[in-house]
Each structure stands twice: as structure tokens, then as C-alpha cells.
């Protein structure tokens, strides 16, 4: 085993993220043991600060790495040659690593020296290879290539192989994806997911802004997660400026990211009974979600959930009457009995698309995906916002299939209305509205490194404030940037008509993968 | 004209007419059903009417096997409306009104529209066409030897023959044969119409969708068409069960007062069959693709006994 003795004592635990300046080849070893005592990789990018900076040119790579119970964070912060930066690859110790590496490298030029993959994740494939946009010397986007090169998809052979492009247009209201499936009969042999059809360049509209001009542009980076980016984005911003909400401004958040797990909880159940043509399920569930919505209306102002996290507390209007959530949680039990008292509903979702504890865990997914195949991962116990928060409720599934990631969703869903009992005694009936606490000009660069467990799964922001206070570097992690990898993975010899039916179980943000 | 001309283009004219009126009833209720405000009834004409005011459009490379689907797919339609005894077993055809060629006739739509999805040389269409061919050949066999029980009998494959010798002995609908018959034809129709539990006429989902993915390329009158095609397709095989097992009101003669009563008695009987398929769609689910075939042999074997019991039992 490789020895951890590079991290400095005493911080082995506790919330702060202890920085560790580690050079370029002391990197792979200290990876390897921070993941050998069950690290994860929840975040790696770089950051480039241009040479008209009265700082100097800079450049560096940052790889945060999160452990669970106890809490405990560390970051390998990486200085690189700005001319010609590269680092060592960690594609061999994590799959994470590979994909972040290959965005550090479309973004920044970063060559990931010994990465099996050479080809772009992010980029898009007009534009020059030569040009990172992220690179403080960008400058404005050049010209498209007219003629870029056709993505290399995998041709499957063989007799009756054949292929089927979906996509990026739909024939629903859904964002933009392509699929090619490698089909025999109706069997699927392989299928490609091609994304990357929605960049925004949300990190670079960050760059600049004050933090609180960052606020509503994290919590537009996946429409159905106001929250979690929200909360992610204000705790790393806390972090950053050392400001530390008390316990009721806690409790309110863990309360508004409860709202926001239970409406998108239930929207996806009603789906996937309309993806298996029961419709009635489905527009109940619309219903639920309806009242839902409105209930966040009354609570936020916002039927999205939008202003209420601000940094250093939350904004409540009044706190929602505990009777109706408690009406729609017994109504989501019915729809939920139904659903799977229903033998084709069940027999649809029994056995459909499965992946295992061991595929979960080596592709490092997160959220209900990752906890309907077994494994035990929420931020809400492995990185607790304040230590007297009532414990969150607990939901694992084994199964892996679309069944057990529906019943993960059902029983979080009843979990959760009661966690916002327990929250809601510790807030005012009348509501709450904590003045947003200023962020001031640290004076000196600080970075901060925020979690918080959106519905989808845990977020991560790591932001970088410069000396005037102002954002110089924002890094979004969502879950879905691990989770996409493995629903091909979980496809592999399922049915095509299955498809639209197991992308619901996993019901990834295209938004927040393609930031 | 002969009468009996004339009772086959009404048949053929309430067919067209009422055809789109059926699906919109159909489409109502369930929505209703599901708390849905829904469409009106008259929804499907509205949208026929604005689909044939649009300009035709033909991807690119497709033949006449695209072009010509569509307007096939009516005519059989038509033809099979014209031959069905829906109102009267005096119907215009004569010899020609047989249960094999009714079946025959639907079955070379299906096959034409096929062709049109293979025409098409997209993957939604292919694999359309490959799913509707599977169904299909699937349900022929059920369908022929259902046929078969119920020529048994009367000696004929005749479709006014079958009806009238039907209506001539009134206890006769409630045989073991018939009883097994109607529920393998009842399978049958459902699988032949895409509803529930085989396709989801309802769904966006390209990747799941039977007919709908054969008819992705379709815009305009072309549209228009397929969706009419459909719509008559249900009508025509609904009052064709219904003149199978349950003719009352069809009459023997060509008499305008009993004609009217037939009127009646079909669209009552057309409507609650398709009340009674809508309502039992919202309790229903998709079956996952392949355990179609085994609803599908369900129905045959159910066909093979209705042939046993009307040699055995009679």
C-alpha cells in the first residue's frame, strides 16, 4: 500500500479540504493510496491565469478527493508549465480520472500523458483542436470548420448486425442526445451515447463575476436541480470566504433539497409508467407533482425552487404544512403499490438493464443510481452539513434493474417526507429570511470545495476566489458526468424498445454533463 | 344502381365517414378516464382536414412503394367495408365477400405500408416494418383458422352466407366454437390495430412504437391518409367481429326502414366495442416486444380449439 504520509497531520479528517501541493510525478502514487483507503475522485480540473495578470501567468491542476465516514477531504493541487502543461494520466487507477482528464485536456490543453483515449470529450468537433477555450488566452472563438471530421463510431460486424442512429432531435420534448445501438434483431450489442450537444460554457460565465452574480447562473445549470447547484455552489463559496451558517439556515437548505428529491422523484415514476404505456400512473403522478410545484410556489416564490439558497442561509416564505406532504407522500405509496402490483408493469421492470454493485462501484456513479445497485453512497451522511442535522433517511436497493431504481425513487420519496418533519421543527412556521452574508474581498486567493446531495446524486463545486473577491475559477461536478458511462453499460443485451424505458430509470441531466 | 350496389357505398361512406368519429370517441374517453380533459370527438377530422390542406412531401428516394402505401391502405379499407355485411348480409360484392379475402385485403395494407417503411431506408423505418411483419405473421394463422371454425358450419367462407345462417338460428352466437373464435379474433384485432397491450398508438418513444415507427417519414395529405387508413382499419375490423358474433340489427334485406335500424345497431355496437377497447386501456400496460408472440399463440391455440369444437361439438 502506498503511504499517505504527503497529507499534512491532523487533517486527515474534518471538513476543510486540505490542500497538498504535489508535483507532477509524486501524483499517480498519491492517487493511488488516497483511492486504495476508499477515496473517490470527485472532481479534477484546471485553472489558467492569463500573463496580463498583475499575478503573473499560472497554471494548475486540482484533483479533490472525498472519503466517507469520516468526512474527509484532500486535494493534490498540481502546478503546470502554461506553455506546455501535462500531467501524468490516472486513467489506469480511475474512470472518473480518464474523463475528467480528457476535459482538462479539450478545455485547457492539458496532455494527460499516458491516457488510453486520444480522442475529445467535450470539444466540439468544428472547432480547431489547437484552440482550449477555457485558457485565459482563448481569445474570441475562431472560425468553424466547415467539414470536421465524422465521430469514429464503433462498427459492429457480423451477420444481421445492424444500426440504429437516434437523435440528437427527439420525437419528445427531451433535451438533445444522440444514440447509435449496434442491433441484431432486436437485441442490443452495443450502444454509443453521444452527448455533447448543449455546452453553454457555464465555467467561463462565471469567470469575473462577483459571487453574488454567480448565484443564479449555478442555479441554472440543470434546470431541475435550482437547488443542489445552488447549495453546492454557496457552501464551497462559504467555504471560500470562512463563513458558516448556523443550524437553522442549515436545516432550511436540507429542507429545500428535500422539496426539490420529491418532485422530481415523482415525475420520473409517472414516467416510466407512461414508458410502459400505463398511462393512468403517469398522469396521477402529474398531478402529485402539479401540487408539488405549487407547493415550492408558496414556499420559495419559485415553483422550480429558484432564490432560495442565498450565501450563508436560505429564504423561506413560510414552511409548507406537513399534513399536505404527508397526503401526497400516502398518494405516491398508492401510485407506487399499483405500479408494481400491476404484473405487466413489473414484469417490464423486473430484470431490465441491470448493473451490478461491481460495474457501479468501478464506474463510480452516484445517487439512485449507484444506491439502487447496492452501493451506499449519499452526501447527506458522508458529508454532513452540520453535525446536528437530523439523520437523512437511508434507501438501498440490490437489484440494479429499472426495478430496483423505481423502488429506490418510491422509498426515497416517503424518506424524505419524513426527514422534512424532522427538518421542519427546527424552522419558523412564518418562514425564514436570513440576509445573504457578504462575501468579502478575501485579500488573498482562497478556494472553497462545496457538497451537497442533489436528487440526481452528490453535486460538487470547487470555486477559486481572487484577491478582490471575485470569481476567478468555478469548477461543476454534477452526477450525472458519472453516471452517463454507465448506462450503455447497463444496456448491453437488452432490447431496443427497452431503451426509452431504462434512459428514464437513469433520467440523466444533459444539461449539467455538458456544462 | 342495384340495391345491393348501394348498401355497399353506404357501407363504404359510413366507414369513411364515421371512422375518425370512433377514434375520437375513443381518444376522449380514455383521457377522460385519466382525469384528462382530452380532445373533442371530432378532434381526429380536424386534424385529417389540416394535415390534407399542407403540402405533399416525399423524402428523398423513396419510390412508389411510399408514395402509393397510403392511398392502398384506404382503398383496402374500402373494399373490405364494401364486402363486411355491416348493415346488410345484401351486400354489393357477392361471391366476392369473403372472410379470406377481407383478410386478405387487410393484410396486403399492412404489407404495402411495410414496404413504404422499407422504402423509406431509415432505421425507423426497417425496423417498423420488420416489428409489423412479426405481428402479422403471427396473427394470419390465428386469424385463418378461426375463419375456419366458423366456415366449418355453415359450409362457406361467404361472409353474408356465415352472417345470415348466423341470424337465422338466434342461439347460435353462444356455440363453444364461437365463444373460442371471438375471444382469438378479439386478440387478433387488437394486435392488428396496434393497441394496447401490443403497440402504444399513444406513445412519442420512437425507439418502442410498432406501427408509428413504419410511419415516422409521413407528413401532410400523405399522413392524412395512413391516419385515415387506420382509423377505417379499426372500424372495419370491429364491425367485422361484431357482424361475426354479435349481427343483431344486421338485416337480410335491403329496406330503408331496416337499413336505418342496422345504422343504428352498428355504430351503437362499433361504439361500445371501442368504449370497451379504450376503457380497457388505461388498466393496461405495454408487454415488453417479445412476449407478444405468446399472446399471439395464445390466440391460435384458442382458434385451433374453436375448430375442434365445431367439429366435435356440433
Not at chain 1, 484577491?467 to 453499460?489: C, I, Q
Not at chain 2, 375513443?26 to 403540402?55: F, H, I, N, S, Y
Request: aromatic residues 6%; contains cysteine.
Amino acid at each position: 500500500m502506498n503511504d499517505l504520509d504527503f497529507l499534512p497531520r491532523g487533517e486527515r479528517s474534518g471538513q476543510q479540504a486540505a490542500p497538498v501541493a504535489t508535483e507532477p510525478h509524486e501524483l499517480t502514487a498519491r492517487a493511488a493510496a488516497l483511492l486504495e483507503r476508499g477515496y473517490r475522485l470527485a472532481l479534477a480540473h484546471a485553472s489558467h491565469r492569463g500573463p496580463e495578470d498583475a499575478r503573473g501567468e499560472a497554471m494548475h491542476a486540482v484533483y479533490l478527493f472525498l472519503a466517507a465516514r469520516p468526512d474527509s477531504r484532500v486535494e493534490l493541487t498540481v502546478p503546470l508549465d502554461p506553455a506546455a502543461p501535462a500531467v501524468p494520466s490516472l486513467a489506469a487507477l480511475s474512470f472518473p480520472a480518464a474523463r475528467f482528464e480528457r476535459e482538462m485536456r479539450d478545455q485547457f490543453g492539458v496532455e494527460p500523458v499516458g491516457h488510453p483515449l486520444a480522442r475529445p470529450l467535450v470539444r466540439h468537433p468544428a472547432w480547431p483542436d489547437t484552440w482550449h477555450p477555457m485558457r485565459a488566452d482563448a481569445g474570441a472563438r475562431p472560425p468553424l470548420d466547415p467539414d470536421p471530421a465524422p465521430f469514429p463510431f464503433l462498427t459492429v460486424e457480423g451477420p444481421g448486425v445492424y444500426e440504429i442512429p437516434v437523435g440528437p432531435v427527439h420525437a419528445g420534448l427531451i433535451e438533445p442526445g444522440h444514440f447509435r445501438f449496434s442491433v441484431v434483431g432486436e437485441t442490443i450489442l452495443k450502444l454509443k451515447a453521444r452527448l455533447w450537444y448543449v455546452h453553454k460554457g457555464v465555467e467561463r460565465l462565471f469567470e469575473n463575476r462577483t459571487p453574488a452574480r454567480g448565484l443564479p447562473l449555478a442555479e441554472r445549470v440543470s434546470g431541475d436541480t435550482a437547488v443542489g447547484h445552488a447549495l453546492a455552489y454557496c457552501r464551497a463559496l462559504e467555504e471560500a470566504a470562512q463563513v458558516r451558517p448556523d443550524l437553522r439556515a442549515e436545516a432550511a437548505r436540507a429542507f429545500l433539497l428535500e422539496l426539490e428529491r420529491l418532485y422530481n422523484h415523482v415525475t420520473d415514476l409517472g414516467a416510466l409508467c407512461t414508458d410502459v404505456g400505463h398511462g393512468i400512473l403517469g398522469a396521477h403522478a402529474g398531478r402529485i407533482r402539479e401540487q408539488l410545484l405549487r407547493i415550492n410556489a408558496e414556499t420559495t416564490g419559485h415553483r422550480l425552487l429558484r432564490g432560495g439558497i442565498v450565501p450563508g442561509g436560505a429564504r423561506l416564505l413560510t414552511r409548507p404544512d406537513p399534513a399536505r406532504l404527508r397526503a401526497l407522500a400516502r398518494d405516491v405509496q398508492e401510485l407506487a403499490e399499483l405500479a408494481l402490483g400491476h404484473s405487466v408493469v413489473r414484469d417490464r421492470f423486473t430484470g431490465t438493464a441491470p448493473l451490478t454493485t461491481e460495474q457501479a462501484r468501478a464506474l463510480g456513479t452516484l445517487g439512485y443510481v449507484a444506491r439502487a445497485s447496492g452501493l451506499d453512497t449519499d452526501a447527506r451522511h458522508d458529508h454532513p452539513a452540520h453535525p446536528q442535522l437530523p439523520a437523512a433517511p437511508r434507501v438501498l436497493e440490490t437489484g440494479g434493474d429499472v426495478l430496483a431504481r423505481f423502488q429506490v425513487r418510491a422509498r426515497e420519496f416517503q424518506g424524505s417526507v419524513d426527514y422534512l418533519d424532522d427538518l421542519g421543527e427546527l424552522l419558523p412556521a412564518s418562514g425564514l429570511d436570513d440576509t445573504p452574508a457578504e462575501i468579502r474581498a478575501p485579500g488573498r486567493e482562497r478556494s472553497g470545495v462545496g457538497i451537497a446531495e442533489g436528487w440526481r446524486g452528490t453535486i460538487v463545486h470547487r470555486i477559486e476566489l481572487a484577491p478582490d473577491g471575485t470569481l476567478e475559477r468555478v469548477k461543476v461536478a454534477d452526477p450525472s458526468f458519472f453516471n452517463w458511462p454507465a448506462l450503455p453499460v447497463a444496456l448491453t443485451g437488452a432490447i431496443v424498445p427497452d431503451f426509452p424505458l431504462v434512459n428514464k430509470s437513469f433520467n440523466l441531466s444533459y444539461a449539467g454533463n455538458d456544462l | 344502381m342495384s340495391a345491393p350496389v348501394l348498401v355497399s357505398l353506404a357501407q363504404v361512406l359510413l366507414v369513411l365517414l364515421g371512422a375518425p368519429l370512433l377514434v375520437g370517441a375513443m381518444r376522449r374517453l380514455r383521457a377522460r378516464m385519466e382525469g384528462r380533459t382530452g380532445g373533442g370527438v371530432l378532434q381526429p377530422w380536424r386534424d385529417l382536414l389540416k394535415l390534407l390542406r399542407k403540402a405533399p412531401l416525399h423524402p428523398q428516394g423513396t419510390g412508389a412503394a411510399f408514395r402509393f402505401a397510403p392511398l392502398l391502405g384506404v382503398a383496402c379499407s374500402g373494399v373490405a367495408a364494401a364486402a363486411i355485411p355491416l348493415l346488410s348480409t345484401r351486400t354489393g360484392l357477392g361471391a366476392g365477400a369473403d372472410l379470406i379475402a377481407v383478410v386478405a385485403l387487410l393484410t396486403l395494407a399492412t404489407a404495402a405500408l411495410a414496404l413504404a417503411g422499407l422504402d423509406t431506408a431509415t432505421a425507423f423505418g426497417g425496423m417498423g416494418a420488420s416489428r409489423e411483419m412479426t405481428i402479422t405473421a403471427l396473427a394470419e394463422p390465428a386469424v385463418l383458422t378461426a375463419v375456419c371454425a366458423l366456415a366449418a358450419k355453415v359450409g362457406s367462407t361467404n361472409l353474408p352466407a356465415i352472417v345470415a345462417a348466423t341470424l337465422s338460428h338466434g342461439a347460435r352466437p353462444a356455440s363453444p366454437a364461437n365463444l373460442l373464435a371471438a375471444v382469438a379474433l378479439a386478440v387478433v384485432v387488437l394486435a392488428e390495430t396496434g393497441r394496447l397491450p401490443v403497440d402504444n398508438p399513444s406513445t412519442h418513444l420512437e425507439l418502442t412504437m410498432v406501427h408509428e415507427a413504419m410511419v415516422l417519414e409521413y407528413s401532410g395529405p400523405d399522413l392524412a391518409m395512413v391516419e385515415l387508413g387506420a382509423a377505417m382499419r379499426l372500424t372495419v375490423l370491429l364491425g367485422l367481429w361484431s357482424a361475426l358474433f354479435a349481427p343483431w340489427g344486421i338485416t337480410t334485406t335491403a329496406d330503408p326502414a331496416r337499413l336505418l335500424l342496422g345504422l343504428a345497431a352498428f355504430a351503437g355496437k362499433t361504439l361500445l366495442l371501442g368504449c370497451l377497447i379504450a376503457a380497457g386501456e388505461v388498466f393496461m400496460a405495454k408487454v415488453r416486444l417479445f412476449r407478444v408472440p405468446e399472446l399471439l399463440a395464445g390466440s391460435f391455440l384458442l382458434a385451433v380449439l374453436a375448430v375442434s369444437a365445431s367439429f366435435f361439438l356440433a
